[in-house]
């Protein structure tokens, strides 16, 4: 007998997803801070974090789905999805109650 993962809306494609999610990373772009010791230490990377969206865009059950390879930006990973709770809410095509998502958190430093 197998067992099904839970269903997250990485693999789904549809227009509404698309646009939610584009929604989703905006939003959380505004929360981000690049950490001051992670700057001066030159870090860099790029950390997945999962999450659960509910229908009014509360978020639970946060932790990094891949490591940016730096404890600094990791959490502060964390930190950017409670800052910026509520979420915008997921549309109704997008299917599930609490939903899944999995998206990137991008820390560089500006390049000269």
Do not use: C, K
């Amino acid at each position: 007998q197998r067992h099904a993962a839970a269903q997250t809306v990485s693999g789904v494609r549809g227009d509404a997803v698309v646009s939610w999610q584009g929604l989703l990373l905006g939003h959380l772009q505004q929360y981000r801070r690049y950490p001051r010791q992670a700057e001066r230490l030159r870090q860099q990377g790029v950390a997945y974090v999962r999450f659960a969206v509910d229908r009014q865009g509360n978020a639970s059950n946060v932790r990094i789905g891949r490591s940016s390879g730096h404890l600094l930006l990791d959490e502060e990973t964390l930190a950017t999805v409670q800052r910026g709770s509520p979420l915008p809410a997921p549309p109704d095509e997008v299917p599930g109650n609490p939903v899944e998502v999995m998206v990137p958190v991008e820390f560089f430093l500006h390049r000269q």
